[in-house]
C-alpha cells in the first residue's frame, strides 16, 4: 500500500506541474521524461541499484501461482484492471470527462469540465496503475529490481495504439489495449524461445513501435475522411 501510495504522489506530482505549465501535450510528454529521470534517480540512490532477494513468500505467491494449475493468478489480476477501466470509460462521468479532455481541451472547458482537475486525476490513476504494475511483475520475477520498467514506455504507447486508441486523444479501447499488449508480449516471448540475436531483438521492437504509429495514422485519415463525407451530406 505504501508503493501504490508513493505511486500515486509521483502521479500528483506530474499533474500539478503539467497543469502549471499549459497542460499541451509537448509540456506533457516532457515533463513525464523529465521526472521518470528524476524518479529513477531517487530510486538509485535510495537502493544503490541493488536487487531484493528472500521476499516474503505471500507476495511471491501472487506472481507464481496458477488457478487450477493452469490460469496465472496475474492474468485474473489483469483482467480485473483492464474490466474496471472499462467500465470507467463506458459509464461514469469521470471516464467521459477524461476522453473529452483527450480529444479538445478548450471544447472540454466551454463544456464545464474542470480540465486541471481531470488532468491530475487522470496522471495519478495512470501512476497507481504503474505502481501495481511494478509490484506484480515484482511478485512474478521473485525480487526487486531497480531498473524494472526502464524499458517498457514505448511499449507502453504501442499496446492502446494497436488496440484501438488514437494518440491525439479522445478514444480509447481497454480490451483492444489489454490484447495489443498480449500481443507485444507474446512476440517477444517468441523471439526469445526463439534465440534470435538480442540485437534482433531491439530493432524489432522498434518496428512494432513504427507500425503502430503508423496504424494510427491510418486511422486517424480514415476518420478525417469519412468526417468530411459526413459533413458534405449535411
Not at 513468500?57 to 474496471?84: C, E, Q, R
Not at 498480449?182 to 524489432?204: A, G, K, P
Request: with cysteine.
Amino acid at each position: 500500500m505504501i508503493a501504490v501510495m508513493i505511486g500515486a504522489l509521483c502521479g500528483a506530482f506530474n499533474g500539478i506541474v503539467i497543469t502549471r505549465l499549459g497542460s499541451t501535450g509537448e509540456i506533457s510528454w516532457l515533463v513525464t521524461l523529465a521526472t521518470m529521470s528524476m524518479f529513477a534517480g531517487v530510486t538509485l540512490t535510495i537502493t544503490k541499484a541493488n536487487p531484493y532477494y528472500n521476499l516474503p513468500g505471500g507476495f511471491v505467491w501472487i506472481g507464481s501461482y496458477n488457478i487450477g494449475g493452469v490460469l496465472p493468478l496475474m492474468i485474473v489480476i489483469t483482467i480485473i484492471f483492464a474490466l474496471l477501466l472499462w467500465y470507467m470509460f463506458r459509464f461514469t462521468s469521470l471516464g467521459r470527462q477524461i476522453l473529452a479532455v483527450g480529444a479538445n481541451q478548450r471544447a472540454a472547458a466551454l463544456s464545464g469540465i474542470n480540465v486541471q482537475n481531470v488532468l491530475l486525476i487522470e496522471h495519478i490513476l495512470s501512476a497507481v496503475i504503474a505502481a501495481c504494475a511494478g509490484i506484480l511483475f515484482s511478485t512474478r520475477l521473485g525480487s526487486i529490481h531497480s531498473d524494472i520498467g526502464v524499458d517498457w514506455m514505448l511499449f507502453s504507447f504501442a499496446a492502446p495504439i494497436i488496440g484501438g486508441a488514437r494518440m491525439e486523444g479522445g478514444r480509447v479501447n481497454i480490451i483492444g489495449a489489454f490484447l495489443g499488449g498480449l500481443l507485444l508480449t507474446m512476440v517477444t516471448n517468441i523471439v526469445v524461445h526463439l534465440q534470435v540475436n538480442v540485437y534482433i531483438v531491439e530493432f524489432l521492437k522498434g518496428v512494432i513501435i513504427l507500425l503502430a504509429v503508423g496504424l494510427d495514422r491510418i486511422r486517424g485519415i480514415r476518420e478525417e475522411h469519412r468526417e468530411r463525407m459526413e459533413r458534405a451530406r449535411i
